[in-house]
């Protein structure tokens, strides 16, 4: 299966500032998602990074807010925009190759906004 | 459209068997389940294709009853290192949506 490397691991921010992560998978993979988790909770799904063309985003989650990269089949970035307190959170990129194969996950960016 | 997930939690001794269910009020054409430890990301347990199929992963299995929007995840002889939250997946128009989980915690 795919391995991904996540980037940063986590990070302290100001809000009203924004951060991009990183996602970087070691084969070309179908799909890749971004999904946030708060610490206990499940996984909501943010996006679908679209390789060439804008992410589909979930009801809740807008573009000017978390804009999303895919610029080849195995490197994405998720950027969250304007952060407030309320956007601290885990962020974690998903890829998989779809049909029979599972997801595989990045190992999460923590973010905390202060 | 969220699968639901049942227990939340269960605690077990070492050599317990636990049960997790998975049901969506949508028909299901797969079902996918992953177990999240502490401070790391979800791994890929397995994915259920096919109504009745059953498969295997370690000492877990699970089964995937189509018609029921069902799936079950079946821990037999628990280990310590088989402590974790457990999700299962349905995909939904394309998008793989997680259920709120079930935390499993396996004492010695």
């Known amino acids: 299966s795919a391995v991904i490397s996540q980037k940063p691991s986590r990070d302290i921010c100001q809000r009203g500032t924004s951060l991009t992560i990183q996602c970087q998978v070691d084969?070309?993979?179908?799909?890749m998602f971004w999904y946030r988790q708060q610490p206990g909770q499940s996984l909501t799904l943010i996006a679908t990074?679209?390789?060439?063309?804008?992410?589909?985003?979930e009801s809740g989650f807008v573009i000017d807010k978390f804009p999303i990269s895919r610029p080849n089949l195995t490197f994405s970035t998720l950027t969250v925009s304007n952060m407030s307190p309320e956007d601290s959170s885990i962020y974690l990129c998903?890829?998989?190759?779809?049909?029979?194969?599972?997801?595989?996950f990045g190992s999460g960016t923590r973010l905390t906004v202060v | 459209q969220q699968p639901v997930q049942s227990p939340q939690a269960v605690i077990l001794r070492e050599g317990e068997d636990a049960v997790i269910n998975c049901s969506s009020s949508k028909a299901l054409y797969s079902v996918h389940w992953y177990r999240q430890k502490h401070g790391e990301a979800p791994v890929f347990l397995m994915i259920l294709l096919k109504g009745g199929e059953q498969k295997g992963h370690e000492k877990i299995s699970a089964s995937f009853n189509e018609k029921k929007q069902q799936s079950s995840l079946y821990l037999t002889a628990s280990q310590l290192s088989y402590s974790g939250t457990y999700f299962c997946?349905?995909?939904?128009?394309?998008?793989?949506?997680f259920g709120k989980g079930t935390k499993l915690s396996v004492k010695p």
């Open positions: 990074a679209n390789q060439g063309s804008e992410a589909t985003y």
């Open positions: 997946g349905t995909p939904v128009e394309g998008n793989l949506i």
């Open positions: 998903s890829a998989t190759s779809g049909g029979s194969y599972g997801y595989t």
């Open positions: 084969s070309q993979v179908t799909m």
